[in-house]
């Protein structure tokens, strides 16, 4: 069983900052590309901001520049820095990791339960 928990979330004023936090924990193998999603009401769940086992990242177009993903291996953890946020930028945030949970057994994604963000004008 793999369980991943976010933390961070909460409510914060336009240009202000969060960072978000999730740990992988559970028969973990192995964990390849994890991420960071979001859904805001009525509306679909996107990518934020992706990154590799070996660091190379990706980020969706609306935070590029305010927000940096980042991930420590050996805690099985991956971060969300989000810096001058923006009222559109209020949704739940989801993390995702590419598991393997055991040797030989097939890789994954698991999905964290989500953590609410909320930016005030």
């Known amino acids: 069983q793999v369980q991943l928990v976010e933390s961070g979330g909460g409510l914060v004023q336009a240009g202000g900052s969060l960072r978000l936090s999730c740990a992988a924990s559970?028969?973990?193998?192995?964990?390849?590309?994890m991420a960071w999603y979001r859904q805001a009401p009525g509306k679909q769940r996107d990518l934020v901001a992706a990154?590799?086992?070996?660091?190379?990242?990706n980020y969706a177009d609306s935070v590029k520049g305010r927000f940096t993903i980042s991930r420590d291996n050996a805690k099985n953890t991956v971060y969300l820095q989000m810096n001058s946020l923006k009222p559109e930028d209020t949704a739940v945030y989801y993390c995702?990791?590419?598991?393997?949970?055991?040797?030989?057994?097939?890789?994954?994604?698991?999905w964290g339960q989500g953590t609410q963000v909320t930016v005030s004008s």
């Open positions: 995702a990791a590419d598991v393997q949970p055991g040797w030989g057994r097939p890789r994954r994604d698991y």
């Open positions: 559970g028969s973990i193998f192995s964990i390849n590309d």
């Open positions: 990154i590799s086992s070996g660091g190379s990242t």
